[in-house]
Nanobody, 125 residues
Framework: VQLQASGGGLVQAGGSLRLSCAVS????????VAWFRQTPGTEREFVAA????????AIADPVKGRFTISRDTAKNTVFLQMNSLKPEDTATYYC???????????????????WGQGTLVTVSS
């Protein structure tokens, strides 16, 4: 299983970015795929995810209303649209996938065993 995250960069506060996570070796339609973010010295923080079945989504409160998770099942790719970015959104963003994670563990980074390499998002004030 491989996950390739891309789309990070430098943006001014209030701007937008769209991250992509291309997945191979695992079908996203039947897997949980999540975005986490991390700053140096901190734990990975849940951002958003698709649940393993039904295509339902979960969004973390700090980004609710600003970030949207979507997917293209034909391309086996998950996206994170980030709008109204704030300096506190600055982090390395990781995508993760699991075919076995249960709903109650969706937001726990330790539930995932497949990770992308991370893409850095920097929001300037």
């Amino acid at each position: 299983v491989q996950l390739q995250a891309s789309g990070g960069g430098l943006v001014q506060a209030g701007g937008s970015l769209r991250l992509s996570c291309a997945v191979s070796g695992l079908t996203i339609r039947s897997s949980a795929v999540a975005w986490f973010r991390q700053t140096p010295g901190t734990e990975r923080e849940f951002v958003a995810a698709f649940t393993r079945s039904g295509g339902n989504t979960a969004i973390a409160d700090p980004v609710k209303g600003r970030f949207t998770i979507s997917r293209d099942t034909a391309k086996n790719t998950v996206f994170l649209q980030m709008n109204s970015l704030k300096p506190e959104d600055t982090a390395t963003y990781y995508c993760a996938a699991s075919s076995t994670v249960i709903l109650s563990s969706l937001r726990n980074p330790h539930s995932y065993y497949n990770w992308g390499q991370g893409t850095l998002v920097t929001v300037s004030s």
